[in-house]
C-alpha cells in the first residue's frame, strides 16, 4: 500500500498551519495554479509556494485535501486540508514528541527483561486487533492504553527490543531515535499473545518465558530449584523433540 512521504506531510503541515486558526475557525481556501514556466503555485497566506501537483493529488486520494478543478483545461483551482488532513498533523506532533530522545535510554534505562517487554507486546497485539485495517500502533497508543506518560522510556525500550528479536515489525522511524515509532505485530508476536497457530519453535518459547516468570516471582528456594531443573531438563531434551511434545499438547 502506498505511503504519504515526507515532504508530503510537511506541504499537508503547511496548508494545515495556514489554514486553521488558533481559535479553530477555518479560513478561505487556497488558490493554485500550473503554468509550464513555474510549475504549480500555491499562494498561501503570506507567500506563494511551488508544489508538484502529484503530491497534491496523493493528498487528495488519502482524503488529507479537498481538491476542487475549474473547468479551464487547465490544472488550476482551489484546495483545503480536510479535518482528516488536520488530525493527521496532529497525530504527526504527537508522535514526534514521544519521539524525542530520552536520556534514560542512552544510560541504561529500564530492563528488557520479559517481564517487563511482554505486558507492551500484549497491548501491542490488541491495540492492532482493534485499529482500521492500515492502520499501525504507536509508543503514544501503548503509553495511552497502560496509564504511562507519553515519552515512557519503558514503552521506547520495549518497542526497541520486540522489533530487534522478530516480534514487531518497524513502520516509522525517525533518525537517532532508538527503536520504531510504530510498529505491526509479526506472526511470531500473535502466535505468543493470540490464538493464532503455534509453531514448535514458539511453543517452546512459550514455555520457557513462563517458567523464567514463575522462577522469577516464587520466593520458595526449593521450589525455584525444581523449576530451574524442569527448566533444564526441557532444553536438554532439544528444542525439536521438545518443541514436537509441546505442539501435540497444545493442538490434542
Known amino acids: 500500500m502506498a505511503q504519504i512521504t515526507g515532504e508530503q506531510l510537511d506541504l499537508l503541515e503547511k496548508l494545515v498551519d495556514d489554514y486553521w486558526s488558533d481559535d479553530g475557525g477555518a479560513k478561505e481556501d487556497f488558490f493554485f495554479t500550473t503554468t509550464f514556466q513555474a510549475g504549480t503555485m500555491i499562494r498561501l497566506a503570506d507567500q506563494t509556494e511551488e508544489v508538484a501537483f502529484g503530491d497534491l493529488e496523493e493528498l487528495a486520494r488519502f482524503g488529507l485535501v479537498a481538491l476542487s478543478l475549474n473547468n479551464s483545461g487547465r490544472r488550476e483551482g482551489t484546495l483545503r486540508p480536510t479535518a482528516d488532513g488536520k488530525a493527521k498533523i496532529e497525530e504527526r506532533r504527537q508522535i514526534a514528541e514521544v519521539a524525542k530522545p530520552d536520556r534514560a535510554l542512552s544510560t541504561g534505562g529500564p530492563g528488557v527483561g520479559w517481564e517487563a517487554t511482554q505486558p507492551i507486546l500484549q497491548t501491542i497485539v490488541e491495540l492492532y486487533d482493534q485499529a482500521d485495517p492500515g492502520e499501525d500502533v504507536s509508543q503514544m497508543d501503548v503509553c495511552k492504553r497502560l496509564g504511562k506518560p507519553e515519552g515512557d522510556p519503558g514503552v521506547s525500550r520495549a518497542f526497541e527490543v520486540l522489533e530487534r528479536s522478530g516480534y514487531v515489525e518497524k513502520r516509522w522511524e525517525i533518525d537517532n531515535v532508538p527503536g520504531p515509532l510504530t510498529v505491526a ?68
Open 185 to 252: 505485530p509479526t506472526e511470531k508476536a500473535l502466535q505468543m499473545s493470540s490464538d493464532w497457530p503455534t509453531s514448535g519453535a514458539v511453543a517452546l518459547e512459550k514455555l520457557l518465558a513462563i517458567l523464567d516468570q514463575r522462577i522469577a516471582d516464587t520466593p520458595d528456594e526449593e521450589e525455584k530449584g525444581k523449576l530451574r531443573a524442569f527448566r533444564d531438563s526441557v532444553v536438554d531434551v532439544g528444542e525439536n523433540i521438545a518443541a514436537e511434545v509441546l505442539v501435540k499438547l497444545m493442538m490434542g
